[in-house]
Every structure is written in structure tokens, then in C-alpha cells.
């Protein structure tokens, strides 16, 4: 993905929201691609970009992986380009424990990440507001989930909310929900998208042409 693409998918993404965008997918695939409506530290900040993933699994005190820690992940994650990119965290069975706060996810801002999607909660939503990106998870947590869910393997495909999101694959969030698109056919959905919302203009005025039988 060359940065001026990413810039056009974004922007694009951004003015149709959501909604064109799943009923696209709708059309093109037929596996689940659709996440219910988030929360988020910002409403105003759509997320956009290609997935980075790191897998949460519930805590245990006895693997290997068990030390490597969240920092060591995310750079496994986010790989050697890591500008625009979303990190994509699973929930690990445990949606409402937190997966991450402000200090931790300092990271996705020195980066320059596009933000985060989160299938939990994360701590410090102000913190997570003033750094700039895009933040879009279950809601807000006030106590650390280290000793429920730890951050387990990255790079691999993960599952959100019955989703399955691979690596590289495209994720789109905002007040409405989320969605992920391949990104072998981020260009296809994008272009079934703009139809569909000139289909849905084209309806309501339409509509507004009705008169009511007599």
C-alpha cells in the first residue's frame, strides 16, 4: 500500500462510514465482517487502516510467553513500517477486563499508528484522547487485567466479536461499529460502497417525490 493509496482508502472510508462499507462486504464475501458499535475516548476520530494484530489469551503464570510482555509484541506486530497501521487487540475470553492503557499504547503514537481496535476494555481514556489517534474498545477499565489476559502471541489472525481479522487485512471504525476488509478487495468494497451510498441518496429523494395512495 503506497501512503497516497492509504490517504485516498482513508478519506474515502471516512465520508461513507461504516454502514456502505459492511452492506458492501455484504455483496462481495459471505463470511462475517461486521463489529457492533464500540466505544471510544474521541466519537469524532474514525480508525482506518491495516490490521496489525496481537493476540490475547487468558493469563497463565507457566509458558514461555508468559514474560515476553506487551512491548516486545507490539513490535513483532507492527512490523518495520509501522505508520498507519491499526493494532488490532483480541479479547482473550475476557472482553471486560483491561487490555492496555495509556502508557502502553504510548507506543502506537511515537509510531504513527492510525490507532487501536480493541476487543476490551482499556484504562486512561483521557490519556488515550490527548495522544492523538484513533481508539475504538469495549469502554473505559479502571483496573489493570494483568493477572486475567496477557497479550500472547503477534502476527497472527486474531478473532473480534466473531470476526476473523488477519494480518494486513483493512479495519474501518466509528460511531456506527467497525468493519474488516481483505485487503485484496479494499479497492472493490471501497467502489461497491460509493454505489451503494449514490443507491440509498437516489432513494430518499425518491421518497421525498411519494405521494400517499388515495
Known amino acids: 500500500m503506497s501512503s497516497d493509496h492509504g490517504a485516498d482508502y482513508a478519506t474515502t472510508a471516512a465520508r461513507l462510514g461504516c454502514a456502505p462499507l459492511v452492506d458492501a462486504m455484504g455483496r462481495l464475501h459471505n463470511h462475517r ?87 476490551g476494555r482499556l484504562r486512561d481514556f483521557a490519556q488515550l484522547r490527548d495522544h492523538g489517534f484513533a481508539t475504538w474498545c469495549r469502554g473505559e477499565a479502571t483496573r489493570w487485567g494483568g493477572d486475567t489476559v496477557m497479550p500472547f502471541a503477534a502476527d497472527v489472525a486474531v478473532e473480534i466479536a466473531g470476526v476473523c481479522v488477519t494480518p494486513g487485512d483493512y479495519v474501518f471504525a466509528d460511531t456506527a461499529g467497525a468493519v474488516v476488509i481483505p485487503r485484496a478487495s479494499i479497492e472493490r468494497v471501497l467502489q461497491e460502497a460509493a454505489k451503494i451510498d449514490a443507491e440509498d441518496a437516489a432513494s430518499v429523494a425518491r421518497i421525498r417525490d411519494e405521494h400517499p395512495p388515495r
Open 33 to 119: 465482517a461486521h463489529i457492533l458499535a464500540l466505544s471510544s475516548p474521541d466519537p469524532t476520530r474514525p480508525l482506518f487502516g491495516p490490521a496489525a494484530t496481537l493476540a490475547y489469551l487468558p493469563y497463565r503464570d507457566d509458558l514461555p510467553q508468559t514474560g515476553t510482555g506487551f512491548g516486545e509484541l507490539f513490535y513483532q506486530a507492527v512490523g518495520d513500517d509501522p505508520a498507519g497501521k491499526v493494532l488490532v487487540l483480541s479479547g482473550g475470553g475476557y472482553r471486560d477486563v483491561s487490555h492496555g492503557g495509556g502508557t502502553k499504547l504510548s507506543r502506537v503514537a511515537r509510531h504513527a499508528l492510525a490507532g487501536v481496535l480493541a476487543d
